[in-house]
């Protein structure tokens, strides 16, 4: 009987040992408050995409985050400014001294923050607070890297991530034909075509489109192939515009130093999107394109007129690929 008494009474002491000793995990801090502003690639670089919209602007947001296992328990200020640091690294880093690749900076009547100093709530339910930034993307070129570089130049309380103080905030474009970040091609299915009108030759292959405003996008002519590494001088020679009507009609015209003429007749010259079957919600997404091209030969001089290369009469099936 004494040995029962003496087990249960060693039983609720440990219990109450125990329950003395735990602690609620849920209430407690165990990481410190740091902040930083939010990246989510190398050197940094935080990319946002910014639709062309006929000169309007287009605000989207980055964020400053505080880390911790619980929300901040005070408020506090978070002062911004700009920071060239990381962009002369980014170039140098990724470039050397081939400046005809480097990324631009962002011209400063391009884009508004309308605060630099961000007030951060106390016991915040979100780990971040977003900061708006409005871009007018049109003018933009879809063959350049733009940054708005960003740095935390002081908070009000709390420490600074200093590896996460900064950011590329990278600024790509895009409209309802091509993408900026990811690449855009369409399957070219076609004709060559003599000055009767006879065919004389199939073409095919894909081409790359660059969106260059809000209807309308660069691509190659005929089945000339831009890669990313063609240059500035290739692609001016061997350029075209479509832009799209809100009829569907499509414009071509001349990028740089190529000359085109479009032929209007009949279902060419059109952009029409087609579902894909009964039950898909999908569409395919097409261009039919009639047109003749001459690239330049010579440069036009003091002395003598341009000299182009004979003309080159295609018809063209666009079919855009699926990313």
Avoid at 168 to 179: D, G, H, Q, S, T
Avoid at 197 to 223: D, F, H, Q
Wanted: overall charge negative; hydrophobic content about 30%; glycine content about 4%.
């Amino acid at each position: 009987m004494k040995k029962h008494i003496f087990i249960l009474l060693y039983g609720i002491l440990m219990a109450n040992l125990t329950a003395c000793n735990e602690e609620d995990y849920s209430t407690k801090e165990y990481y410190k408050c740091v902040v930083y502003l939010l990246s989510k690639e190398n050197y940094n670089v935080y990319t946002d995409v910014f639709p062309f919209d006929n000169g309007k602007e287009v605000t989207r947001y980055f964020s400053i985050c505080c880390s911790g296992s619980q929300s901040n328990p005070k408020g506090f200020s978070v002062e911004l400014e700009e920071d060239t640091i990381l962009f002369s690294q980014y170039n140098r880093m990724n470039f050397d001294i081939d400046t005809s690749k480097f990324a631009c900076l962002l011209p400063k009547e391009k884009y508004r923050i309308e605060k630099y100093k961000v007030e951060y709530p106390a016991n915040n339910t979100d780990p971040y607070v977003k900061v708006a930034i409005s871009v007018v993307p049109d003018g933009l070129s879809p063959d350049s890297v733009y940054f708005v570089p960003l740095s935390i130049k002081s908070v009000s309380d709390y420490e600074i991530n200093q590896e996460k103080k900064n950011m590329l905030f990278r600024i790509v474009v895009e409209n309802e034909y091509a993408e900026q970040l990811n690449d855009t091609y369409y399957q070219l299915k076609g004709n060559k075509l003599n000055a009767n009108g006879e065919i004389i030759g199939g073409i095919s292959g894909s081409k790359l489109a660059r969106p260059i405003s809000k209807n309308t996008i660069r691509m190659y002519v005929g089945n000339e192939n831009q890669t990313k590494l063609s240059t500035r001088e290739e692609i001016d020679k061997l350029s075209m515009l479509l832009t799209v009507g809100e009829d569907n009609k499509v414009k071509i015209s001349s990028y740089g130093s190529v000359e085109v003429e479009q032929y209007d007749m009949d279902q060419w010259n059109t952009y029409e999107e087609v579902k894909k079957n009964a039950v898909d919600t999908g569409v395919n997404k097409y261009f039919y394109l009639y047109y003749r091209y001459r690239t330049l030969k010579t440069p036009a001089t003091d002395q003598k007129p341009a000299v182009y290369n004979n003309w080159v009469t295609v018809q063209e099936t666009l079919k855009r690929l699926e990313s």
